[in-house]
């Protein structure tokens, strides 16, 4: 059974989820051992339209961990879920998901019809992708690379005002996901 958290900040003009997860697709459902989340149901629950999300910050491209970045439409086609957003990612993240190695290709191709390169495919057009080891992706919000289990993952750095967190995605497993200082 697998383990994911995502994170939700907002303000006046922005709406940023990081990790959008597995998403809700069978194959999702069956490879989490999970029931039936769904994460528009979890942000509609908390006031927040899909279309009202601003950026998506994928910490890598695995999966687990951007598979809830489409959705399937009643026509059977995959859209992506948030059609506003801006999705950024890692360029060596993007690499290695688009050309995985015998040792992670399991984390990419979850079956023929969960995988990322179907995933990024999907979002392609709304896919940014940063370069270095500290981006500043939005005011106040930094991808720092990391390079933990697979190339390009990066952890979310954001010091905006009196709020300061640290989000580690999956480089550190915890409740929670990320690591609160001031």
Same mark, same amino acid.
């Given at each position: 059974?697998?383990f994911?958290?995502s994170?939700?900040?907002?303000?006046?003009s922005?709406?940023?989820?990081?990790?959008?997860?597995?998403?809700s697709?069978?194959?999702?459902?069956?490879?989490?051992?999970?029931?039936?989340?769904k994460m528009? =149901?979890a942000?509609?629950?908390?006031?927040?339209?899909?279309?009202? /999300?601003?950026h /998506?910050?994928l910490?890598?491209?695995? !999966?687990?961990?951007?598979? +809830?970045? /489409?959705?399937?439409?009643?026509?059977?086609?995959?859209? #992506?879920? !948030?059609?506003?957003?801006?999705?950024?990612?890692?360029?060596?993240? !993007?690499?290695?998901?688009?050309? #995985?190695?015998?040792r992670?290709?399991?984390?990419?191709?979850?079956?023929?019809?969960?995988?990322?390169?179907?995933? =990024?495919?999907?979002?392609?057009?709304?896919?940014?992708l940063?370069?270095g080891?500290?981006?500043?992706?939005?005011?106040g919000?930094?991808?720092i690379?990391?390079?933990?289990y697979?190339? +390009?993952?990066?952890?979310?750095r954001?010091?905006? +005002?009196?709020?300061? /967190?640290?989000?580690?995605?999956?480089?550190?497993?915890?409740?929670? +996901?990320n690591?609160? !200082?001031s």
């Open positions: 059974r697998l994911h958290q994170m939700l900040m907002r303000d006046e922005t709406v940023i989820l990081v990790d959008p997860g597995l998403g697709s069978e194959e999702a459902m069956e490879l989490a051992g999970a029931g039936s989340y528009s =149901i942000l509609r629950q908390n006031g927040i339209p899909t279309k009202s /999300v601003t /998506v910050l910490t890598n491209l695995q !999966f687990p961990t951007i598979g +809830g970045s /489409v959705v399937l439409d009643r026509d059977g086609e995959w859209l #992506p879920r !948030f059609p506003k957003a801006v999705y950024i990612a890692h360029h060596s993240s !993007f690499t290695e998901a688009m050309q #995985p190695s015998l992670t290709r399991h984390l990419y191709c979850a079956s023929e019809t969960s995988n990322t390169p179907q995933v =990024i495919k999907v979002i392609k057009n709304q896919l940014q940063v370069e080891d500290d981006n500043n992706v939005i005011p919000v930094n991808l690379r990391t390079d933990g697979c190339d +390009g993952q990066q952890i979310v954001i010091d905006r +005002g009196a709020t300061r /967190v640290i989000y580690t995605g999956d480089l550190i497993l915890d409740a929670v +996901g690591v609160h !200082f």
